[in-house]
């Protein structure tokens, strides 16, 4: 014998062993039976089962007082005047009579009893265990029944190896007339035949019904007349036959459980859209489009960059000119009174490199106004940077010779002359300016500046920009002008007790602090703002860096060149020496 066999037969064995000994009081017999050549079994709920908890399975007896049931009744009914309709029939099944045995399924154990009694041989109480089960032939042919789920599940569990069938086997070749109206069986058991549907009609006392459509076999569709219906709702209303109702637009559908109509309406996420076609999942919208909460669908982006037209850009625009215009006066200036003291003390031929340093970082900042370009992005960064070096550079020698020339230059004489014959201002200016220069060329070459786009800050903009503040070069670069910044700064704090003429150390010093203040805000604000306002704020820092070394630097000069000619004489820089020389002497 197989496996499945050898389990099937400790199944019944186990359920024979049940039957025997824990229904042994059950009566042996159906509640109500009718012999004749083939039997049929019913199963219906006379009777309801007891509600009391149970802590292990027990036998329940169905005959209780107040325990009727007329649904199950009304089932064991109908099946009787069946059964005796087609025996009391000449053409139905000539010369066989059918006979039943109706059982009380009231409970599990009831249940349970009622379907090893169909499988048992008529008069005992035991089932014969067969080497083949599809050889085993009980009395009963077919059963109807259970009309209870769980009680369904286990009888089919139990008759099914048994071959025991829910239809008769000649029933397809069974045709009758049944008031008037033919009935038939396809090959399947199905039948051919017409049917009314039924409403009944609570309204009165008595149920009663009414036939408010019908079908036929040869009909693909149900012809129903709705005006019959009556509906117990007010004003004959349709009640509302669904699990969710709909849900609003742009909310998606949450399954919950395993159908499709049961469902919870959760709002679709900002950047997300609900597609009529599929109301179970909220779509991401395209790189280029945004959509606010619960819509159902998206939006274009909007592209917004730093325009040559808006009112800051005119102001910045307007403030560089401006200062570019100024660098370019004050250069042709200095050419013209160049042989003056004060042009002198500036630095002489020196002033026109750092003029030009600061002019060379004028023009970068005309690259952060229109649509970034890669020319742009390339050149507006890298003017300035090395631009402002070189201004640096020149600002840090410059103060440095200052400060050897009174203090030192007496207590150090070779040094300051190899200074001198070696040329090393001009010298600490081109390496100071090749570094700024290397470091520039690796960040364009290794961080290229490129256009970009920026989609995470605002979902419902594409801002333009370039990619230079996000790179290791752009900070080497800033890192190194504001090492020179702080060279410049020392080296001008040492000379703060140099005479008059060529003491620099307030305006520098104010400069220098507005170039720090300024990138410090820009850093801060970079931090927390990516909008298309930022190349501004990197625009305003680049120009008060540069202006506020113009002013602290040229504007003094400028001033003593074109207000006070009288202090621009060789006799007024004499006296400031010896009255200088006086004071240290004498302390």
């Known amino acids: 014998m197989s496996l499945w066999g050898v389990r099937l037969v400790g199944l019944l064995l186990s359920l024979s062993c049940c039957w025997a000994f824990s229904c042994r009081n059950t009566p042996s017999s159906p509640d109500f039976s009718l012999p004749g050549d083939y039997l049929l079994a019913g199963m219906f709920p006379l009777h309801s089962a007891p509600l009391e908890a149970r802590g292990r399975p027990t036998v329940t007896f169905c005959d209780r007082s107040n325990s009727f049931n007329g649904h199950g009744y009304h089932l064991f009914q109908a099946m009787r005047f069946s059964i005796e309709e087609i025996n009391n029939s000449t053409v139905l099944l000539p010369n066989v009579t059918l006979g039943y045995e109706l059982y009380d399924v009231c409970s599990d154990s009831a ?16 089932v014969e265990i067969q080497g083949d089960p599809a050889d085993f032939s009980p009395a009963i042919v077919a059963v109807i029944g259970p009309d209870i789920t769980k009680h369904a ?13 829910l239809l008769l086997e000649q029933i397809r070749k069974v045709k009758f007339l049944l008031h008037k109206n033919a009935v038939t069986f396809n090959d399947d058991g199905n039948t051919l035949s017409n049917y009314d549907i039924i409403a009944w009609d609570w309204s009165g006392p ?24 009556r509906w117990h709702g ?58 606010p909460e619960r819509s159902q669908t998206c939006f274009p982006r909007t592209v917004v960059f730093l325009t040559w037209h808006e009112p800051v850009s005119l102001v910045l625009l307007a403030a560089n000119t401006l200062l570019l215009l100024v660098v370019a006066g004050t250069a042709g200036l200095f050419a013209w009174h160049l042989d003056t003291p004060v042009v002198r003390s500036a630095g002489g031929r020196l002033c026109f490199l750092m003029l030009g340093s600061l002019a060379g970082g004028t023009w970068g900042l005309y690259g952060f106004f229109g649509e970034p370009t890669l020319p742009t992005c390339l050149l507006r960064q890298g003017l300035f940077s090395l631009g402002f070096a070189i201004f640096l550079s020149c600002l840090t020698v410059r103060s440095f010779q200052l400060v050897f020339i009174f203090k030192f230059s007496a207590r150090l004489p070779t040094f300051f ?11 600490f200016v081109m390496i100071s300016s090749t570094i700024q220069l290397l470091i520039c060329l690796i960040w364009l070459a290794v961080w290229t500046p490129l256009p970009t786009r920026e989609y995470k ?20 670069a800033v890192t190194y002008n504001g090492l020179l910044s702080v060279s410049a700064f020392a ?26 203040v300024s990138w410090i805000s820009f850093f801060t604000m970079a931090t927390v703002y990516q909008g298309k306002y930022l190349p501004a704020a ?19 000069k400028c001033y003593v060149i074109l207000c006070r000619p009288d202090l621009n004489s060789t006799e007024h820089f004499q006296a400031s020496i010896q009255d200088y020389t006086r004071r240290c002497g004498s302390t």
């Open 491 to 516: 080296c001008s704090y040492l000379g703060k007790d140099l005479p008059e003429n060529y003491n620099e150390a307030k305006c520098v010093t104010f400069s220098l602090l507005l170039n720090f």
């Open 457 to 476: 800050h605002f979902p419902q903009l594409v801002v333009l920009g370039c990619t230079e503040a996000n790179s290791l070069g752009f900070m080497l």
């Open 206 to 229: 008595n149920w009663t019904f009414r036939v408010i459509g019908s079908s036929s076999p040869f009909s693909v569709s149900l012809d129903i007349n709705t005006t019959k219906i």
């Open 538 to 556: 990197n625009a305003l820092a680049m120009l008060s860096s540069l202006s506020g070394g113009f002013s602290g630097y040229f504007l003094p």
């Open 111 to 126: 249940n349970m009893y009622a379907t090893l009694s169909i499988l048992s041989i008529l008069g005992r109480r035991y």
């Open 417 to 427: 002359r190899a200074w001198v014959q070696n040329n090393g201002a001009g010298l």
């Open 153 to 165: 599940l286990t009888t089919a569990a139990l008759l099914s190896p048994f071959l025991v069938p």
């Open 234 to 291: 007010n004003n004959n209303q349709v009640p509302t036959s669904v699990c969710s109702r709909d849900c609003p637009e742009g909310h998606q559908r949450v399954i919950i459980g395993f159908h499709h109509c049961c469902f919870e309406c959760v709002p679709c996420e900002a950047g997300t859209f609900l597609n009529k076609s599929d109301p179970y999942r909220c779509r991401p919208c395209g790189k280029e489009e945004w959509a």
